[in-house]
Structure formats: structure tokens, C-alpha cells
């Protein structure tokens, strides 16, 4: 089969590889069709690793999928070839502390598609997972809203964490896919205001179909002396979706005392400084969202039902050979991307 291999820093090569197989009675083997380009994708394509986790070239990224199944193992009962599926990435034990109270997104033994080191990505033309990580979608779904509902879980996932109140006034920094899709989730429950930043104009202008109380950008204005200003009791609940320490730094002064901070966004950098006094004195609540667990099914209803459309947040339309060219667009913010796809053929 084809497969982009991740050769080196900014590097793809196209190859030929081995199609894989069928190996436990539990495995599916998925003909890939979509692949979404993430921004972890991308911090290995730029940078070769996230905190610990550094990548052995070569190396197959990819964890945003959507595909139909080939062919299923003996012991399959829940899905068939020929259906269309949205896919959770997550490879969980099952048997381990963290699987056994339902945190299978924190396994001991996890394998997540597309991580060093655990299990190799969606980049290629058939992958194997198993019967659990495959989750049959409606004929009235695309497969780039089956795609969509990876980012789009995290998103549900991240808002069920942060135990809104009733009319929370709420900042998002950071719209990128991720900081978008938790504002598309917010918009199906009872919130007060939403106030948002971005260091990129495309992208606020882009939040501003979802009817924000007030965007702004870092770069130009003092977002926190603003939003202060417009929301004196300060802020119930902000997302940090751009990994940015100056946006986390942000953050803890929108909040107002008992509020919290929701952490998203990958820093680039190990350690970040964090003010403890205001955090202490105010009483911050940290919450960490790591990806997802049991919210792929939430997040496909919620597309079914059209309870969220995320249909203009696909950007872009690339064909495998062109994944390099994806990856630089993606990386350099250009061209007004937001969700760029790889479609396979
Ligand atoms: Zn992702
Ligand atoms: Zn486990």
C-alpha cells in the first residue's frame, strides 16, 4: 500500500509498504479514505516529538480518520465491511487502574494512532484497530464530518470537565480547530458571554459566525485590560486552546476567584511558569484535558443531529501525494487554513 513516511524534521517521503493484517480475533482492517491534519501532527512535523514523546524515523503521523471497513477478525460482532466509520484513536488495555475506572484515555498501556512509540498513524491507504476504536457512522454523515468528530470529541470532553454554571461567562483562547469546536459545543448549552483571542485575524473573524460578545488579538491590544473592562466579575470558566504560555499567563488574569482554567493547547515547551499566589489566593481550579474518553459517540450525534455544523471549518482539500504541502500550509498558517484534509484514493 501508500504510506507518507515522516522521514525527518519537515520531511515526507511517499512509499510503498507492506499492507497490514489482520492479526487478533478483535482487529478491523479500515481502508483509510480522510485524514485530518491536527496540530500535534504537527508539532512532530516541525519539532520531531511532543514533551517525551519522540518520533523513530521513519514514522507514519495521522490520527483524525475516517474510513470504510475491508475486512474484520473472527471474534468482530459490532461492525462489517463495507460500512463508513468515524474513528477513536484511543488503544486501550482495558484490564489496568485507568481503563477500570473508565479513564481509558489515561490507560497504563495505551497506544494512540499516529504516536511515537505507541501505534503508527492514518497517513496510508489501510490501518488496523481495533473493533472498539471503530464507530459506524449514517449515510447522511461525510466523511469529513466523521473526521471532524476526533477534534470535535475533545472538544465535548474539555466542556463536560470544566462543570459550567448556569450562564457562565466564558473565555476561548486560541480558535483554531480545537478552540472552535469547543465553542461550537458551548453553543449547544446555557452560556452567558464568550469573549475570544487569537494572535491570528483570520481566525477571529472566523470565530465571529458563532456570535462572540467581543474577539481580540494579543498582538494588538491588551485582550486582558478589555475583557476586564467588559466583564468586571472577571471570567467563570476559559478554555486555553493555543498551548501559548502568554495565553495560560492570560488566562489566570481573566479569571474570577473559584473559576477555571480549562488546559487544551500543547505548549511547545516543557515547563511553564505559573503565577502561584494568584492562583492560590483566588482559588484557580486547574483542569487538565487529555484528548478524550467516551465522547466519539457523543460527538457523531451531535453532527447527525446537526446540533453542530463544523462543515466550513474544512479548508482545505488535499490528495495524499500532497501531504508535505498540507503539513506547510498547516504549519505556516496560510491561506486562511483552518481543517486541512488528506483524501485518499
Ligand atoms: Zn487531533
Ligand atoms: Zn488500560
Excluded at 284 to 308: P, Y
Aim: glycine letters at 8%.
Amino acid at each position: 500500500m501508500k504510506a507518507v513516511l515522516l522521514t525527518g524534521i519537515r520531511q515526507f517521503a511517499l512509499k510503498e509498504i507492506q499492507t497490514p493484517a489482520i492479526v487478533n480475533d478483535t482487529d478491523v482492517l479500515i481502508r483509510v479514505k480522510m485524514v485530518g491534519v491536527c496540530g500535534s501532527d504537527i508539532h512532530y512535523y516541525t519539532t520531531g516529538r511532543i514533551g517525551n514523546q519522540v518520533i523513530k524515523y521513519p514514522f507514519i503521523v495521522g490520527h483524525e480518520v475516517a474510513g470504510i471497513i475491508e475486512n474484520v477478525g473472527k471474534g468482530v460482532i459490532g461492525v462489517e465491511p463495507d460500512q463508513r466509520v468515524a474513528i477513536d484513536p484511543t488503544v486501550y488495555c482495558g484490564r489496568c487502574d485507568q481503563c477500570l475506572k473508565g479513564r481509558e484515555n489515561t490507560c497504563r498501556n495505551l497506544k494512540f494512532l499516529g504516536t511515537p512509540n505507541q501505534l503508527g498513524g492514518a497517513l496510508c491507504e489501510y490501518i488496523i484497530l481495533p473493533e472498539t476504536s471503530c464507530y459506524p457512522i449514517r449515510d447522511a454523515m461525510t466523511l469529513e464530518q466523521a473526521v471532524l468528530t476526533e477534534p470535535l470529541a475533545v472538544a465535548v470532553y474539555a466542556v463536560e470537565r470544566a462543570h459550567l454554571p448556569k450562564n457562565a461567562s466564558i473565555g476561548i483562547l486560541g480558535v483554531g480547530p480545537i478552540g472552535m469546536s469547543v465553542f461550537h459545543v458551548l453553543q449547544t448549552k446555557k452560556i452567558g458571554n464568550v469573549y475570544v483571542t487569537d494572535k491570528i485575524q483570520q481566525r477571529l473573524d472566523f470565530a465571529r459566525q458563532l456570535n462572540p460578545r467581543w474577539v481580540g488579538n494579543p498582538e494588538h491590544i491588551n485582550i486582558v485590560a478589555e475583557i476586564n473592562k467588559l466583564e468586571p466579575l472577571q471570567l467563570d470558566v476559559v478554555f486555553e486552546c493555543s498551548g501559548d504560555p502568554e495565553a495560560i499567563a492570560q488566562a489566570i488574569k481573566l479569571l474570577k476567584p473559584g473559576g477555571f482554567l480549562v488546559l487544551i493547547g500543547i505548549p511547545e515547551v516543557d515547563d511553564i511558569c505559573l503565577p502561584i499566589h494568584e492562583l492560590r489566593r483566588r482559588e484557580i481550579t486547574i483542569i487538565n484535558v487529555r484528548r478524550q474518553v467516551h465522547c466519539t459517540q457523543k460527538a457523531i450525534d451531535l453532527l447527525e443531529q446537526r446540533r453542530v455544523n463544523m462543515d466550513t471549518m474544512v479548508t482545505h482539500h488535499l490528495p495524499l501525494e500532497k501531504t508535505a504541502d498540507a503539513f506547510e500550509l498547516v504549519a505556516n498558517y496560510r491561506d486562511g487554513v483552518m481543517k486541512a484534509m488528506i483524501v485518499i484514493d
